[in-house]
């Protein structure tokens, strides 16, 4: 039977690692692998994470199920995160995942239950495994212009363009802050564009909030999401705890169905414990549990705040000092841009020969489409990457 197998096609963040691993230079820095990482290259747990845990182990006297939507308290904390009051609560209908990407994944499967023939419209370019998990479902992808590699900004014309041909029944995937992998993010304006021509069209969005916190603020960041999910009739959000609260391997995240009225929302909590009955059962609680004991105290909550805004002000420095010592360095405000994304990413819009030739001459390693995780970086390695660039011709 196995021997029918197909070779599937290597994960290029993983064959980067490797890469990585193997280079002998001192001077070599990772740009490559999506995790936050402080000065001193470490990605660390946080204050409010260890007192979680530690509140946990002592007061835990079970380790039984919690429920195929996982803890109701863990929704509702989380609802409260992401949503605000922007929506009644008894529309929201809420599942734990394993994960952002289970989230993802749980959201196009119900997609497809609902509507078999959807198409969902995805940004150019956006986070692979969405074209992956697309792709192995048998789900048409119809892209979006998103990126521009000359103003490395948003192509927002040809994004809506594009989006204009989306109607009744099709899916709109969007990011709600910090987009990955180009940092470029839309502004108040042209969402309020977006959600006009979601209306208009009648297309459904479903939305990945992965980065919460980490570009302007929690609030600021959940601010496009909250008023989309107030404008329109059905949505579904995918959020992920693993970068905003450190807890990557935990593998915590919640997807959420909006429906038009409170008259639906059983059907749809039906329909997501159902879909994760078929996947895992029960999905796992210690990283659940962890963000409820944080967001449902005082204290901790505010302690978890203080530290994700020393996280987001430590990138919003790197961006900002890589942006000067490029105009230092070129005599030009060509890499302003640097400074203006947000998140842990973004896009210099470079070519794969580039990539490479600052991987080869200079120990640089980033993604071939030129993506780079800013928070690889520290003050002493900005300006070896500043310098690289120059010497590339980037």
């Given amino acids: 039977m196995f021997e029918t197998l197909k070779e599937q096609p290597a994960d290029k963040i993983l064959m980067l690692m490797q890469m990585y691993r193997e280079d002998p230079r001192d001077t070599k820095i990772d740009l490559g692998v999506g995790v936050y990482k402080d000065a001193t290259g470490l990605t660390p747990v946080m204050r409010a994470v260890k007192a979680a845990e530690q509140r ?27 949503l605000g009051d922007a929506v009644p609560r008894n529309t929201v209908a809420a599942a734990a995942t394993p994960g952002g990407t289970g989230a993802v994944r749980q959201a196009f499967e119900m997609i497809q239950m609902a509507k078999p023939d959807a198409r969902v419209f995805v940004s150019d370019p956006t986070w692979p495994n969405h074209l992956s998990i697309l792709k192995y479902l048998g789900m048409e992808v119809v892209p979006y212009r998103y990126f521009d590699n000359e103003t490395r900004g948003v192509d927002f014309d040809g994004m809506m363009a594009n989006l204009k041909q989306a109607h009744a029944g099709d899916v709109i995937l969007l990011h709600g802050c910090c987009h990955n992998p180009t940092g470029a993010n839309l502004n108040s304006a042209e969402w309020d564009a977006v959600i006009k021509l979601l209306q208009e069209t009648g297309a459904a969005p479903m939305i990945d909030i992965a980065y919460q916190g980490f570009g302007d603020g929690l609030d600021a ?11 329109v009739p059905e949505c579904l959000i995918a959020a992920s705890c693993s970068k905003n609260f450190g807890i990557y391997r935990e593998r915590t995240g919640l997807l959420m169905a909006i429906a038009s009225d ?65 105009q230092r360095l070129s005599g030009s405000d060509r890499f302003g841009f640097l400074a203006q994304h947000r998140g842990m990413f973004s896009r210099l819009g470079t070519t794969p020969e580039k990539v490479e030739q600052l991987r080869r001459e200079h120990g640089i390693y980033m993604i071939g489409d030129s993506r780079m995780n800013i928070a690889g970086l520290n003050e002493l390695t900005v300006p070896i990457l500043a310098k690289a660039i120059i010497d590339v011709g980037v």
Avoid: C
């Fill in 262 to 326: 409170p008259a639906r929302h059983d059907l749809n909590q039906s329909t997501l414990a159902f879909l994760n009955r078929q996947n895992y059962s029960f999905p796992p609680d210690h990283g659940a549990r962890i963000v409820t004991t944080i967001l449902n105290d005082e204290g901790l909550k505010a302690d978890w705040m203080a530290e994700l805004e020393e996280v987001r002000n430590t990138m919003l420095g790197l961006r900002q000092q890589l942006a000067d010592e490029l």
């Fill in 56 to 82: 946990i182990w002592e007061a835990q006297d079970t380790k039984v199920y919690t429920g195929l939507a996982g803890d109701p308290a863990f929704a509702n904390a989380m609802i409260d995160l992401v």
């Fill in 221 to 231: 960041d959940a601010a496009a999401t909250r008023k989309i999910a107030a404008a």
